[in-house]
């Protein structure tokens, strides 16, 4: 099987990890970000992830390729998501992982942006959502302030390194992919219960973190 991604998309994030907890094999195809021609063709829209299947069909939608690959082999092991406390905890990451994350990720060594193009058509269409990437780099401080503090937040809420509830959940993915995302921002401090699941579920899943190219 194929999956269509971006190295730095959440959602792909998710959908890969699917397969490195299942041990399924997969192709990975970073498409370059200006691509629309590609997803457009495959899946009728300019997104991923997509998933193509051996039959040649594609599937969209990450949680949908996540129950997919999880009930191949009749035995599925991501049980529901939406635990009140993590839920709230995520919506609230959202006002600092993307303004801390984009304006770096479009910045790194990541196949979506080896040419100016992909840079150029990212930067374009985010800083219109979000505003000047050179505003939202200026804001570090105050972005960084407010992310350390609320990492402190999650470490009570994280039950095990391997499961954030102790099974895996659909809120597994939605975690993982958040802290995947933070870690293209150097400066972050992960409290101890946070880094451990942080590697933990990075090795598990087989998504590497960006710890190494953070900036
Ligand atoms: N609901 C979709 C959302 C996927 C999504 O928004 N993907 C983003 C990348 S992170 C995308 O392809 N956006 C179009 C673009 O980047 O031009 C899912 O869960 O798979």
């Known amino acids: 099987m194929k999956l269509y991604i971006y ?4 959602y792909c994030v998710k959908a890969r990890m699917i397969f490195g907890l299942k041990s399924v094999a997969v192709e990975l195809v970073s498409l370059l970000n200006d691509d629309e021609a590609t997803p457009i063709r495959m899946i009728g829209q300019k997104m991923v992830p997509i998933l193509e299947k051996p ?3 594609r599937m969209p939608e990450s949680m949908d390729i996540v129950h997919y690959i999880d009930g ?3 035995d599925p092991m991501v049980r529901p998501g939406g635990e009140p406390r993590l839920s709230l ?4 990451s959202r006002r600092y992982v993307s303004a801390l994350a984009m304006p770096r990720w ?6 979506e942006f080896a040419t100016d193009g992909a840079r150029q058509y990212f930067t374009r269409k985010k800083e219109t959502v979000k505003g000047p990437f ?5 804001r570090t401080p105050e972005l960084l302030a407010e992310a350390n503090a609320h990492l402190k937040e999650l470490a009570p809420l994280v039950q095990s390194p391997h499961a954030v509830h102790g099974v895996t959940t659909e809120d597994d993915f939605h975690l993982f992919a958040a802290l995947r995302s933070l870690s293209i921002v150097s400066g972050v401090v992960y409290p101890p ?6 590697q933990e579920m990075s090795g598990l899943s087989g998504v590497p973190l960006h710890d190494a190219i953070a900036r």
Do not use: Q
């Open 7 to 10: 190295d730095h998309c959440p």
């Open 55 to 57: 039959d040649g069909s």
């Open 72 to 74: 191949l082999d009749g």
């Open 89 to 92: 905890w995520l919506e609230a």
């Open 106 to 111: 479009v910045d790194a060594p990541l196949e």
């Open 134 to 138: 050179t505003e939202l780099r200026a």
């Open 193 to 198: 219960k946070v880094e451990a699941y942080r």
